[in-house]
């Protein structure tokens, strides 16, 4: 089972790259993020056209996050962390999606820092962390996926001069990210390659595309279940290079399928 996660910085302008990395990829999951939609804006029907069912939490010009399921319709578990209900953001959606419970998440950017929306990153990653103990301890097989806003260690991005204020290399940041870990999840992409360097974003300015400098902001965590069937990982590089492109790249995992659980293409 190929489980994906992509930053689609826009649905709507980028509905043609997401339809032909669904047609030639073909993940059996997906989780987006920043659609910059509403709900009723979503192209809900495109995608059931491309043969994926889908739940979606949109908001006007920001944030959005969804889940896509190959050959079926994911059943919707949260909207928001719990505990966080005033929050305004679309930032969280939760499903059961082919035996899996999946948790999709858009992890607040928290730029400038100090300030008011470093702080919300920090509110809100606790929170996240909070629920993910929770969704640990529930026994379930669980996958969050998503763009966590952070970049673990030095190892994960180019070159740290540049980007020493930035709110995604703060230590604060990184520490909540390594509690997160520390409750028992497995950074997927991280396992499959520990001693190699690679990007999931890369943004706009200073050629740091053609250049390949990049940070590691997307993730893939499994829980302690589902940990030793990951069978391979990786990033769909070809999809930043394309024309209008988003700043980031589809990460992905296989995980070994459970006996008895048809691939989405054969039920």
Not at 71 to 96: K, M, V, W
Not at 175 to 193: H, M
Not at 223 to 247: C, F, I, M, N, Y
């Amino acid at each position: 089972m190929k489980i994906a996660t992509f930053n689609i910085n826009g649905i709507r302008s980028r509905i043609d790259a997401l339809l032909t990395w669904l047609e030639r990829e073909a993940p059996d999951i997906v989780c987006l993020q920043e659609l910059k939609a509403t709900d009723a804006q979503f192209p809900a029907a495109a995608i059931e056209n491309a043969g994926y069912g889908a739940l979606w939490h949109g908001q006007a010009s920001w944030n959005g996050v969804a889940i896509l399921a190959k050959g079926s319709q994911p059943i919707l578990s949260r909207r928001g962390l719990p505990g966080f209900e005033n929050d305004t953001h679309s930032r969280y959606i939760e499903a059961a999606v082919h035996g899996l419970l999946i948790g999709c998440l858009y992890l607040p950017n928290g730029n400038p820092q100090p300030g008011p929306k470093f702080d919300y990153k920090l509110e809100w990653f606790e929170r996240f962390n909070a629920h993910a103990a929770a969704l640990l301890k529930s026994g379930h097989p669980v996958v969050l996926a998503g763009d966590y806003n952070v970049v673990p260690t030095d190892e994960d991005i180019y070159n740290t001069r540049s980007w020493l204020k930035d709110a995604l290399l703060q230590p604060e940041s990184r520490a909540a990210y390594a509690r997160l870990l520390a409750q028992g999840w497995t950074d997927a992409l991280r396992k499959k390659y520990p001693e190699e360097r690679i990007y999931t974003f890369w943004d706009y300015f200073r050629q740091h595309w053609q250049t390949n400098s990049g940070l590691r902001i997307d993730h893939i965590l499994l829980s302690k279940d589902l940990a030793p069937k990951l069978q391979d990982a990786g990033v769909d590089k070809w999809v930043r290079g394309e024309p209008h492109a988003s700043d980031h790249a589809p990460t992905w995992v296989v995980l070994k399928e459970s006996r008895g659980r048809k691939k989405a293409s054969e039920a």
